[in-house]
């Protein structure tokens, strides 16, 4: 039996162990995986169709969509946030240190994101 590309896709994603998002060129949360809602706490329907910001403490939301329109105007894989201490929110408020990755992904003419999301509390907590 075949499996079709797109569910195949969306499986694999599912499998991953990180949380995974991909959001389109103005930030909107296009697809999440189940770790997402794990890591945040939030069910996928609170976080689908939402900005990505809406994953991120308050504090940072704004200036993150500048960060955020500089990179879809030079779209490239690379660990965002390098040499920062990036922070995610939880659905409780809880903040916690997160390491985040950065995918370009074609779909026709569009170009979206893919953004793989870890909780590093315990690295920081031994390192």
Request: aromatic share 6%.
């Amino acid at each position: 039996m075949q499996t079709a590309p797109s569910e195949l896709a969306r499986s694999a994603l599912d499998a991953a162990p990180d949380a995974m998002i991909i959001i389109d060129a103005s930030g909107v949360i296009r697809f999440a995986n189940r770790q997402v809602s794990a890591l945040f706490g939030y069910t996928h329907d609170d976080i689908i169709g939402k900005r990505v910001e809406y994953l991120m403490p308050e504090r940072f939301r704004e200036r993150h969509v500048g960060h955020r329109q500089d990179y879809t105007r030079s779209v490239r894989v690379r660990p965002m946030g390098a040499g920062l201490d990036l922070l995610g929110r939880r659905a409780d408020g809880r903040e916690f240190p997160v390491e985040v990755s950065l995918s370009p992904i074609e779909d026709g003419n569009e170009v979206l994101v893919a953004a793989a999301i870890r909780d590093v509390s315990d690295r920081k907590r031994i390192g």
